[in-house]
């Protein structure tokens, strides 16, 4: 079944409007019609369960059948720092990180970034990124919609996780000493807890990166003992969390 994302303000107590570029999506894409039912998220952890009564041009109303809670989003907000990689990776990252739970996204910019982007293409990118959040967001049944971040730099993103319980770097340094660290490391986590995970982008981190990282109490953690690709570390530490979250 469809789902779609509202403003609270946009849920009443017997019907639920939906408006914004879903009316079109729902009209014209979907060609759904009166009486046919979807499912609306506030970003809270309630689902209702609707049925369209009335479509109009900017607006769709839909009458309240039922509402459950959901147990789609994980207890605790993973941050996922992401090295901006090469060509349309980073699409690809958005959306698996979205259905595995994640939080937010931040595209990170490190030494060994190659891609640069203006204030302009950065907004655009960014544009084109929360649309894939969004769209990741309901093919999975998420409540919320994971948003794309401003791009931060190294020194930025050890500022913004300071206060997180939980922040670690992915470094195949350490993958000769296995994932026992990583596991206990992942296992002090609480609900309601901020998570930061930062993967570099590709040719990983410098050391002198990882330097300023542990000098700000991010943990650097293995991922197992082969090199993985920066659009698979940052699943496979997702993956550990997701795990251990969910169990």
């Known amino acids: 079944m469809h789902r779609f994302f509202v403003d609270r303000s946009q849920v009443e107590k017997e019907k639920i409007v939906i408006l914004g570029s879903d009316v079109n999506h729902i009209r014209n894409v979907l060609r759904m019609k009166i009486g046919d039912q979807i499912q609306i998220s506030d970003g809270s952890n309630q689902v ?39 060509g349309d990776k980073m699409e690809w990252i958005i959306q698996k990180a979205v259905e595995l739970g994640v939080y937010a996204i931040v595209p990170m910019r490190t030494n060994r970034v190659v891609v640069k982007l203006d204030k302009e293409k950065e907004q655009s990118k960014r544009n084109r990124w929360n649309k894939i959040a969004e769209s990741a967001a309901k093919q999975s049944g998420r409540t919320v919609i994971p948003e794309v971040l401003p791009i931060m730099g190294l020194e930025e993103v050890c500022h913004f996780v300071k206060e997180f319980e939980c922040k670690m770097i992915p ?77």
């Open 48 to 86: 209702w369960l609707c049925q369209i009564v009335q479509m109009e041009n900017d607006k769709i109303e839909t009458e309240i059948l039922s509402v459950e809670e959901s147990f789609a989003e994980l207890p605790a907000k993973i941050y996922l720092f992401q090295g901006i990689p090469k």
């Open 171 to 247: 470094y195949e340094c350490t993958n000769e000493k296995g994932v026992g660290r990583t596991r206990k490391l992942v296992e002090k986590i609480q609900p309601k807890d901020r998570v930061g995970v930062l993967i570099g982008p590709e040719g990983g981190f410098e050391k002198e990166e990882v330097e300023i990282a542990l000098q700000n109490g991010i943990e650097a953690v293995s991922l197992g003992k082969r090199i993985l690709r920066t659009e698979t570390a940052g699943m496979i530490a997702l993956g550990m969390i997701m795990l251990f979250l969910e169990e």
